[in-house]
Every structure is written in structure tokens, then in C-alpha cells.
């Protein structure tokens, strides 16, 4: 619905991956403040998974994740639509689901299908400007660039090297694979003009 939302999901992002029960005062504390000064400062965390790219779109979210621990996916999606529905109802004094059914999970099958996940994800904002991306139809690649440039709330920014949620991402696979932040940069530009949400149908995430 707003800002805070946003920090909220990227909190819960951060706090629900752990093996470790959720501090029950987590829930309380001001997102700001626990994204500005305590995210790196908490006890060392038992990561569920990797989250290696992640966008929210104001009525759903992306993510790229590989498990760690025996069951990690399903425990950390359990936790986090569960937390994150929790602190919505109270927020927004709604109650019943916030989710619409199961989350879906597709897994990665192939050099093919890796290689595009990231894009599309970090692509997914270009719906609410231009979503005539999905049919390569874009007319103008530059201003879709600079959109991509503003929209905080993906791991676009830091795999372009511009901190914006560091610690909450696992980026150093993708990044062998992109050729360092340098070489993910310079793949945008050529990305945006020949990407093709067709050649992931098989493996559609909508």
C-alpha cells in the first residue's frame, strides 16, 4: 500500500530467513530503523536459503532462491507470507487471507532457463510504465533502463553494485555467472531490447 510496506516485506525478507525462531519483539520495532542499524548487528543467522534475486510488485513478489538446510523453501515461504500476512492484517485492520493460494515454485531447469529467471525478475517493474516489455516491444530501452535505475524495491540496485539492501541478498553465484557487477551493468542495455518472457513459457512463474 505504501512505503513502510515495502520496508516491511524487505525486513521480514532479511528476519525470516533463519533457522532461528523470529524475535517475537521484530514484529513491533520500526522497519526503518531495524533495516538502517541492526540487520548486520543481530546473532549470527542459520540461513533457511539463498535469496539471490528478489523483486515486490505492489500485488505479489519475485524471488530466486536455492535451499540450504533440508526443507528450507518451504519453512522460510511458510514463515515469511505468514509473518508478513500478520503484520499487514494488524496494519491495515483487515483479517482472512492476504495471499491468494499456495505460493508457486518453479525450479530451474537448465542453463537456459537460469540465465533468464534473473532478468525476468529484475525486468517485473517495467509493468507498471511500459508492459509492452513482455512482447519485446520496448520503444525505448533508454528511459526503461533509467526506470530500473529508480525502482529500490528488486536486488537490481545491488547487482549494479548501488547499495541498497546488501546484507539481504547472496549475489556472489549470480555474479561469477554475470562476470561481476560490471559485466551485469553492461548486459542491461542489450537485455532490455532482446528479452523475450516467451522463451521462459515453459517455465513461467505467472
Not at 532462491?65 to 523453501?73: A, D, K, L, R, W
Request: proline share 6%.
Amino acid at each position: 500500500m505504501d512505503e513502510r510496506d515495502y520496508f516491511r516485506f524487505i525486513h521480514d525478507l532479511f528476519e525470516f530467513n533463519d533457522t532461528a525462531p523470529a524475535s517475537r519483539n521484530s514484529h513491533r520495532q520500526t522497519v526503518r530503523h531495524r533495516m538502517s542499524h541492526s540487520l548486520a548487528k543481530r546473532h549470527k543467522r542459520k540461513l533457511l536459503v539463498q535469496i539471490h534475486t528478489f523483486c515486490l510488485m505492489p500485488n505479489h513478489y519475485h524471488l530466486l532462491v536455492s535451499p540450504i538446510v533440508e526443507n528450507g523453501i518451504p519453512q522460510f515461504m511458510k514463515k515469511l507470507n505468514m509473518g508478513y500476512a500478520k503484520y499487514f492484517n494488524e496494519r491495515h485492520k483487515r483479517s482472512g487471507a492476504l495471499w491468494q493460494g499456495k505460493y508457486k515454485a518453479v525450479p530451474i531447469k537448465g542453463d537456459p532457463h537460469f540465465s533468464w529467471i534473473p532478468y525476468y525478475i529484475h525486468f517485473n517493474p517495467l509493468d507498471l510504465i511500459m508492459p509492452e516489455w513482455r512482447e519485446r516491444d520496448i520503444k525505448n530501452p533508454k528511459e526503461a533502463e533509467r526506470y530500473l535505475e529508480t525502482y529500490r524495491w528488486s536486488s537490481h540496485f545491488d547487482y549494479l553494485g548501488k547499495k541498497n539492501f546488501p546484507s539481504l541478498t547472496q549475489r556472489e553465484f549470480l555474479l561469477d555467472f554475470f562476470d561481476g557487477e560490471d559485466g551485469y551493468a553492461r548486459s542491461i542495455p542489450k537485455m532490455l531490447k532482446s528479452f523475450s518472457v516467451d522463451a521462459g513459457k515453459q517455465c513461467s512463474l505467472e
